[in-house]
């Protein structure tokens, strides 16, 4: 795809097309993260970057390398193509929301792609991770719009949570989905 293909991307397609681009090239990625939140709010939650997972150890240098043939070159911690706005960052396995690893990963099918991502209640628990240990209002205010947006599991949320040991941050993100 050239560059100007990719410009006219949405962050959806952007996403399916590298994780498509990359498994052509035997490398498997999860998105994560925000852009999760965007796909499953349609957008009401706009992030900039696309945060993948990587599903097995791999030299990151590889995947920079790969990348590089599409007109992405490193930029911090993170990946930047100069006709995107947005950012790519690659986190390393395993693929996990706070102490517990991902169990089941979505399929989703963007034109000719296929995107893997979390499932909308790993998506919140992911955001809510950030809420729990860093006291992030903005990831829990992100969790919420996911809930408001997609059938997740709330007994599911709570074991996590409870694992976590945040029974009290639940009560917090519960009394606020209970006002929603």
Known sequence: MKAKELKN????????????????NDIEVVLT????VSIYTKNKHVSLDL???????????????????????????????NNIEYFIEFIPPPLSVGEETVKKIIDIKVKKYILKLLS?????????????????????SQALMVCKEQEVNLNELKRWSKNEGMMNKFLDFKKEFNNM
């Open 33 to 36: 993260g925000g852009t999760c």
């Open 51 to 81: 945060d993948f997972v990587v599903t097995r150890y791999i030299d990151i240098k590889k995947i920079k390398e790969l990348l590089g043939k599409i007109g992405f070159k490193e930029k911090g911690k993170h990946l930047k193509h």
């Open 120 to 140: 909308p209640t790993d998506c919140v628990k992911d955001r809510l991770a950030a809420f729990y240990h860093w006291n992030d209002r903005q990831a829990l």
């Open 9 to 24: 991307l949405s962050v959806k397609e952007l996403a399916a097309y590298i994780s498509e681009y990359l498994r052509k």
